[in-house]
Antibody, heavy 120, light 111 residues
Framework: QITLKESGPTLVKPTQTLTLTCTFSGFSLSTSGLGVAWIRQPPGKALEWLAVIYWDDDWRYSPSLKSRVTITKDTSKNQVVLTITDMDPVDTATYYC????????????WGQGTLVTVSS | DIQMTQSPSSLFASVGDRVTITCRASESINSYLKTYLNWYQQKPGKAPKLLIYATSNLQSGVPSRFSGGGSGTDFTLTISSLQPEDFATYYCQQSYTTPRTFGQGTKLEIK
């Protein structure tokens, strides 16, 4: 079955770079039509899509974070890595990775999420 | 970006009630007979769960009391007879284009 799990620091200081890793199983990101996205949710607020990377190395970013975010994949390790530079307290959120099938695009499998707090 | 607007933002209902949540997109999200609108349920401290994809298709394992409809820019999620486990927050999301965007959520609470 498909599982995803986020890992990374729980606390970062303002201006630092955040690096989160999504480790997944049950599918391969070399399979045509598949992608892994990152979505975040500030405490008590709505979901915000951040980025996606697809099987063919195509990627898309949220315009609001485009200058600060990078998404990469390591197919051999079944991992997707998200980096966000210049972190600010408003970036405090639970960060989720999720599986997307481009053929019927929706987020059908999610990781459990990881809470990242930005504070000095 | 396509803006997704849900109404109401919160809703009080009782077990057994029929409830409908509305989602409006800022532009059409139809393409080639498909409509790229999904619904998720989220409970406190948990990841969202996909309920309905492509407007009206029930995700595997989701009870049939959940249904979705609509086209173009206006969509609905209906729960035919509320059960205790349905009290949660619901989000719509468009997958017509990137950036993918979510509605602001509808919190369904017990009356």
């Amino acid at each position: 079955q498909i599982t995803l799990k986020e890992s990374g620091p729980t606390l970062v200081k303002p201006t630092q770079t955040l690096t989160l890793t999504c480790t997944f199983s049950g599918f391969s990101l070399s399979t045509s039509g598949l992608g892994v996205a990152w979505i975040r949710q500030p405490p008590g607020k709505a979901l915000e899509w951040l980025a996606v990377i697809y099987w063919d190395d195509d990627w898309r970013y949220s315009p609001s974070l485009k200058s600060r975010v990078t998404i990469t994949k390591d197919t051999s390790k079944n991992q997707v890595v998200l980096t966000i530079t210049d972190m600010d307290p408003v970036d405090t959120a639970t960060y989720y990775c999720a599986h997307e099938d481009y053929g019927a695009p929706s987020f059908d499998y999610w990781g459990q999420g990881t809470l990242v707090t930005v504070s000095s | 970006d396509i803006q997704m607007t849900q109404s109401p933002s919160s809703l009080f209902a009782s077990v057994g009630d029929r409830v409908t949540i509305t989602c409006r997109a800022s532009e059409s999200i139809n393409s080639y007979l498909k409509t790229y609108l999904n619904w998720y349920q989220q409970k406190p401290g948990k990841a969202p769960k996909l309920l309905i994809y492509a407007t009206s298709n029930l995700q595997s394992g989701v009870p049939s009391r959940f249904s979705g409809g609509g086209s173009g820019t206006d969509f609905t999620l209906t729960i035919s007879s509320l059960q205790p486990e349905d009290f949660a927050t619901y989000y719509c999301q468009q997958s017509y284009t990137t950036p993918r965007t979510f509605g602001q959520g509808t919190k369904l609470e017990i009356k």
